[in-house]
Every structure is written in C-alpha cells, then in structure tokens.
C-alpha cells in the first residue's frame, strides 16, 4: 500500500543497473505535525538505497517530502510511509530510510526503516 503523496515521486533509469552502489540523500529541513500537540516536528532524513534499474528523481522527492508540513503523523509512521512509497516507486535492492527529529521536550528520536529485497 502506497501513501497519497506517492504520485509526486518521479524516477530515472539506472545507468549502472549491472553494478551494486549506494546513493546516500540527506533531507536536513523535513517538517511534519504532531498529531497530539499539533506542533511541528522537525528532523533530517538520511535516505540510503542500492538502486536496481531506477533511482529517484530529486526534486520530486523535494516535492513529496513537503506534503508532509501540515501532516500530523507520527515520526515511526512518516518514516515507514515514506519507505513503503519510496520502495514502491524506486524497486531498489536495497533501502534504509534514518528520520532523526529534533529534540522536544528535551527528548530526541531517531527511527530506522530497512527493507532488503534479497
């Protein structure tokens, strides 16, 4: 299952689809609410992927990560939404998505999504 903002993503061809690499995109200004305080939430995202024949397009990933501003959700369900969205639009063999949020309430979380395709 994808999230409504999926559509925004675009993607490209791999030019190197024979040959394991890694792309690492760090999103330091990813915003999103909280949905019992409806306060902002601010955090940066680290996306690391294998690409297998696509890769994601970067500003239709700026694109999609800004729906997100006036979301309320919480940080373990944004970070695997965007993962799943991620997965179903890029088909990597590999992706990690790290959302490191800011310190509220004197409490910083970080939440990790891995999916191997292996």
């Known amino acids: 299952m994808t999230g ?3 559509d925004l993503l675009e993607t490209f061809e791999n030019q190197y689809p024979e040959r394991d690499y890694t792309i690492e ?3 330091p200004e990813f915003t999103s609410v909280c949905p019992k305080t409806g306060q902002p939430d601010f955090g ?3 996306l690391i992927y294998t690409p297998d024949q696509r890769c994601v397009e970067l500003k239709s990933l700026k694109l999609y990560l800004q729906q997100y ?3 309320g959700i919480f940080y373990e369900s944004v970070t695997n ?4 969205d991620l997965v179903a639009v890029v088909r990597p063999r590999r992706m990690t998505l790290v959302a490191a949020f800011n310190a509220r309430g004197g409490i910083t979380t970080t939440v ?3 999916l191997n395709s292996s």
Do not use: G, K, P, Q
């Not at 939404?81 to 799943?84: E, G, N, Y």
């Open 4 to 6: 409504e903002f999926c």
């Open 25 to 27: 995109i760090v999103c």
């Open 44 to 46: 940066t995202l680290t």
């Open 69 to 71: 501003r006036n979301e």
């Open 81 to 84: 939404r965007i993962l799943d």
């Open 112 to 114: 990790t999504a891995t």
